[in-house]
């Protein structure tokens, strides 16, 4: 800390006015009798950040807060443990405000996905809600639990590196992801705001636990001719997987992100897929969402058409290709085998 508060001494001071004297005093010597009469000034540290005032009888001295304005008694009497335990521990505005203490500082400066570095020195304030809110990032980016933070090595790490940072739970956490999340929804609504025409990407799929998810993606050009691609909805879907079921998915989103103008959706060539589309087209033809009405609003996934084509092919080679895959789990299945192999 720069101002480190020392404990009270007292710390004797030589009047330097010009009645002072020099002289070494000797027993008995008379001079002896006036060096302790001398005026000595007790100075601690302590008191740059205190203010000495008269109690209410006008007697008692009170020391005020230079920061906090609260007041504590100081007798002459008494040293001033209490008022360093102040300024160390509960002081607020104390202990957060700028010491310009001078430290190295790397600074990144972000434009779109480029990331220029810079190296500078300036003051440096611990900051409780930055603090959060890059702890809130780093899991979002990292794509960690929660409950990481109620992790007993977690917070060690955390308090070895800020001993004042405020040790947070996961509910704490999960708010401020809300929070990031709601901010970046609201930026990315106004970019899409400005754009002409909207494309979307849907793809949909039961995962381990039989659940079924629909993830919903926008493509758009921005003022800039820069190509985006943002991913708008990622919800469960609920069974039975139909056509009307999809469809309605894909609606609400649309709703929610105020989307008005679209050019294509390109889904794979499920039977529901297409179902979905014929129950959107003339939902979003009413509204002036579609153009030529929705003709060239569907799209087909060329992707899933190769695959399909490939799948198709290897079913007239299977019985091939199953007894190449027989042979090399038959070689792979002894290490004298594959010796003798190679």
């Known amino acids: 800390m720069e101002d480190d508060i020392n404990e009270n001494y007292d710390i004797p001071v030589l009047d330097s006015s010009e009645n002072a004297t020099n002289t070494v005093s000797t027993p008995g010597d008379s001079s ?8 000595y000034l007790t100075k601690s540290v302590v008191w740059n950040h205190f203010t000495k005032e008269k ?39 104390y ?10 500082s790397f600074k990144s400066v972000r434009d779109g996905d480029d990331v220029e570095e810079g190296v500078g020195v300036m003051p440096w304030v611990f900051d409780q809600d930055r603090a959060r809110r890059e702890l ?24 070895v590196i800020q001993p004042r940072i405020k040790v947070i739970s996961r509910t704490t956490i999960r708010k401020e992801l809300l929070n990031i999340y709601g901010e970046e929804k609201l930026k990315l609504k106004r970019l ?9 990407t849907a793809d949909m799929w039961t995962s381990n636990q039989t659940l079924g998810y629909l993830c919903l993606t926008a493509h758009f050009i921005d003022d800039n001719w820069k190509l985006h691609k943002k991913i708008l ?19 609400l989103c649309l709703i929610d992100w105020n989307i008005s103008k679209l050019s294509t959706i390109t889904l794979d060539n499920a039977s529901n897929n297409t179902v979905a589309v014929r129950t ?19 799209v087909r996934c060329a992707a899933h058409v190769i695959n399909l084509i490939v799948q198709d ?29 190679e």
């Open 136 to 159: 809130a990032i780093f899991i979002i980016k990292l794509e960690l639990p929660f409950n990481i933070v109620d992790k007993d090595a977690f917070r060690d790490f955390i308090m």
């Open 55 to 93: 109690g209410p009888d006008g007697i008692d001295e009170r020391a005020k807060c230079n920061y906090c304005k609260k007041l504590f008694a100081c007798p002459s009497s008494s040293g001033t443990s209490s008022l360093k335990r102040h300024l160390d521990k509960t002081c607020i505005p």
């Open 95 to 104: 202990t957060s405000r700028d010491k310009s203490q001078k430290l190295l």
């Open 313 to 341: 092919g290897l079913n007239e080679i299977k019985e091939s290709v199953d007894v190449i895959r027989e042979s090399v789990k038959y070689v792979r299945g002894s290490q004298a085998r594959k010796q003798l192999f």
């Open 32 to 39: 002896a009798q006036t060096s302790k009469k001398r005026a």
């Open 233 to 251: 909805n990622f919800c469960m879907v609920p069974a039975p997987h139909g056509g009307d079921v999809i469809a309605n998915a894909i609606e």
């Open 192 to 200: 899409i705001g400005v754009c002409h025409r909207v494309s979307l």
């Open 280 to 298: 959107l087209v003339p939902v979003l033809s009413r509204k002036g969402m579609l153009l030529q009405e929705g003709r060239f609003f569907h």
